[in-house]
């Protein structure tokens, strides 16, 4: 009985694929998905509204789709192709997650290897400086070989014989920074497990998320003065 059911089934699925009204909609879909993939490649920022308009009634999972075809997300490819505008308006609007990792790779490491690729389009920070901003972390994207973004930029300046630019320079600082702030995290969280292990009074009563939220405050005015 389950046998044919099953068989019914996709005796029925068979035939609505095969149907006019499926194929005419599945090619609408299909061209949805190029329209928006070249839109977001090339920053077509007034093209992405009207695509989110027609969207609001269509409700395609485009996201879903561009990361199974392509391995990445919208957020990804705008910083892939080092389209700025389309970058802002995600960001202030919160549309992706900043911090997303597809096949590897992070928005602002894409952009950033954008930018190394394309030394002439480094005229300004202002894009990076919105990132870290609004969260982006330099220090999630490392390579199957082990390099990070620190030392992809150190590649660049050994291949050039060269100071970095200013916005290579600027994602290097930054990078040093974050990991330097990470150490300075894990240096108190370490010190105020040790204390609670040897039931040190001020600190036995506390949980992992207590000495968490502790070694995040503490850091602020620590980096303050080693900045200084």
């Known amino acids: 009985?389950?046998?044919?059911?099953?068989?019914?089934?996709?005796?029925?699925?068979?035939?609505?694929?095969?149907?006019?009204?499926?194929?005419?909609?599945?090619?609408?879909?299909?061209?949805?998905?190029?329209?928006?993939?070249?839109?977001?490649?090339?920053?077509?920022?007034?093209?992405?509204?009207?695509?989110?308009?027609?969207?609001?009634?269509?409700?395609?999972?485009?996201?879903?789709?561009?990361?199974?075809?392509?391995?990445?997300?919208?957020l990804h490819i705008v910083c892939e192709n080092g389209r700025l505008t389309l970058i802002k308006y995600f960001i202030e609007n919160n549309l992706y997650d900043i911090n997303e990792i597809c096949d590897g790779f992070t928005p602002l490491s894409l952009l950033t290897l954008y930018y190394i690729q394309t030394p002439e389009k480094c005229t300004s920070t202002e894009t990076l400086e919105l990132m870290f901003a609004n969260g982006a972390d330099p220090l999630l994207y490392v390579d199957k070989?082990?390099?990070?973004?620190?030392?992809?930029?150190?590649?660049v300046k050994k291949q050039s014989g060269e100071p970095l630019n200013f916005v290579l320079q600027y994602i290097q600082d930054i990078y040093f920074k974050k990991q330097r702030e990470q150490a300075l995290k894990n240096a108190i969280l370490l010190s105020l497990c040790d204390n609670q292990n040897n039931n040190n009074n001020l600190t036995h009563l506390l949980t992992i998320d207590d000495m968490k939220q502790i070694a995040e405050y503490l850091i602020g005015p620590i980096q303050q003065q080693i900045d200084q």
């Open 145 to 155: 070989n082990g390099n990070n973004l620190y030392d992809y930029c150190n590649m």
């Open 1 to 74: 009985m389950q046998n044919v059911q099953v068989k019914h089934l996709q005796q029925v699925r068979k035939e609505i694929m095969n149907s006019t009204s499926y194929a005419v909609e599945q090619q609408k879909k299909d061209e949805f998905m190029r329209i928006m993939r070249h839109t977001l490649a090339n920053g077509i920022i007034s093209s992405f509204k009207d695509l989110m308009i027609i969207n609001q009634i269509e409700n395609y999972d485009y996201k879903s789709y561009l990361i199974q075809k392509y391995k990445r997300g919208p």
